[in-house]
């Protein structure tokens, strides 16, 4: 760009020679910025510096914005395939202006602004004068920078363009940033900055609030579920906790928004269409100005919690649950919670899905979640690969005498191959057959059988799948499923208060209590801890659970320190049943590598309570 003769080298001359511009020469944001600039004392000739975060502060820094960070890459990396050119680079910011992650090209690195633009500099205002990543801070607006727009000369020769990431609740969560080498103004890529950064934040309030009601709307149906739509979420008292900003501009025209209850901004009142929102279904809503919204509810933990409380547990045996199918289960281990997200999806396009895990972790009960995501009509039929003789696959798989066999009760449904890796070389033969052409001989009548088959299977040695035929094994495989043993599960404390609420609605722990159950090893996992509240409870028919209650029922020490040498804190010290519970608490953290918050989940109690037993050890 030709400084002296347009309209912005006119005023950048004057800015450099006089510190003053003319109003009107620039655009808006520009001018606004290069006040502020002045106002900071900044020097348009001045060199830029090398403002970079030490390593402790930066490291400080990247673990406040985790989160951030962990959204943020994937969307860095398909913004860096979309404006994919050359002489360009994609940074993340915080809301400081720390640059905490980039992406470039490797023409863009060998510049002077890439040397400059790396993870920990700062890009503030206050310390770099105009730039597009400092105006999007100070004014919680999208920014584009071009060139000399730049309040220091040594940034004339870069571009940038950036949005700004918020947290639902108003706030700056970060900022996301392209800058090039070319001074044309590129309005396809702030459209694509933008929409990576509405990404960004819808994940950043989804995963932020897990616990809380989440739900999804838009004036239009099929927008649902794209970057477009606005997410919204509840409180437990059903008031408005964090909205994104699409969500914000459907509702624009309510003098609030945060705080307020969803009964003032709907018409319809929550309670009344709540059942509907937990069973997935996608509801039309009128907002109380008369603009109509559809409306659905992001499954998560609270939806399910959700589901819980109004559903009615179901408990005649064989009646799978059809509709939520977390209705009775509980998977509050985040990772496993992850891993089964895929789940349904898979049992819906009818894949066969492999189960894996110990004995105990709820291979069985996982398969008949699968069974009821399939959403087909047949049956679910168990074939136990331990229970079937040499001999017997004919008689107990193909049918005798009038007796339909196994695959032919399947039909229709899925067959549940339990422990798969113990069934009889001849009948892995004979079943890779039936799956390859769907149909089997009748072994008396020799009859056609066509048979319509779903199959999952599970085993609890995981190694042995490799010594399964190949012609079976490449179709059990589709989707592959590892249950975690319930000693590494974050959710033991949920679980176990389940098991004791099946016996006893009302029925409560100890934190004591719990601390006692997470320190165990459990080889038996769900069927172990299920067998070992259950006697528990019979045993203490009223009142909450004791840490005392599990001694006797379980094998060792009452507090078994692992390695880590974990003993008590010096507050616990000499009080012994205070020492126990502080040596389980401090077992579990070492168990979990020391990460607190898991160890919190899994012992039901707060990270405060667990920094307590942790800060001084008793000598
Ligand atoms: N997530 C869960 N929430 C509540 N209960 C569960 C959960 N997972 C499993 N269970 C219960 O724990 C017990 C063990 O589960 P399951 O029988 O599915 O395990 P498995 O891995 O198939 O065991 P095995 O290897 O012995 O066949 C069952 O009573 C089951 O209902």
Redesign the pocket.
Known sequence: MDLQTSALGRARQMLETQGRFPGGALPGDITESWLRSLSHGLDPLARSQRLILSEVEFNATRQTHADLIRFARPELELLYDQIAGSNFMIALGSPDGVVLDTLHDTQFAETEAGAQVIPGSVWSENLRGTNAMGVCIATGRPAQVYGGEHFLRAHGDVSCISAPIFDGAGRLAGVLDASSMSAVRQQHTAALVQMAASSIENSLIRSGHDRRIVLQFHPRPEYLGTLSMGVLVLDEDLTLHAINRRGEMFLTGFPRLLGESFDRIFEQPFAAIQQRLVEGETLRVRDRIGSAVSLRCVANRASFALARRLIPVVTEPGTAPARNLFR????DDPALWQRLQALPDAAKRGAAIAIT???????????RLAHAASERSGPLVTLDGRMLAEGDFARVCLGSGTEPGLLQQAAGGTLFL??VTDLPVVAQAALAGVLDIGEYRHPETGAVVRTDLRVVC?T?APAALSDLLPALRYRLEGFRLD?PPLRLRSDLAA?AQ??ARSVRPDARMTEAALARLAAHDWPG???E??AIVLQAMLMRPEGALEAQDFDALLPGAPARPVSSGATCCAQCAGVPWKADQCQNIRTVVARHEGNVSRAARVLGMSRTTIYKHLKDQAS
């Open positions: 009775d289960v509980v998977i895990g110990e004995t105990g972790t709820g291979k069985a009960l996982i398969a339990d422990e599970a609890s249950l679980l389940r098991f996992n769900l069927h801890l299920r």
